[in-house]
């Protein structure tokens, strides 16, 4: 929704879930960006494509991963370092 834009909403909540994910273990984050204005946003958060075949089995396995997002789609991964 345009009116929550450049409000730092997004990253806040990005940074919230990485800082979740580490509490649990978590060492890595991915995502699947659904159009290149939500890839550039991921990536002006640092994280970077890489080939799908690259992501561990448990990130192929989710249904995004596995069938939601079309081959195309950008797997997007970065470290989580807070």
Known sequence: ???FHRRGIGRN??????TRAL??????????PSTQESSAFFQS???APIPRPAAPP???A???ASGLCPASTPLLTRRIAL
């Open 62 to 64: 989710t249904r995004q």
């Open 1 to 3: 929704m345009p009116i």
């Open 45 to 47: 958060l640092g994280f």
């Open 13 to 18: 909540i990005t940074l919230l879930l990485m």
């Open 23 to 32: 509490d649990l273990g978590a060492r890595q984050a991915y995502a699947l």
């Open 58 to 60: 448990a990130i192929l």
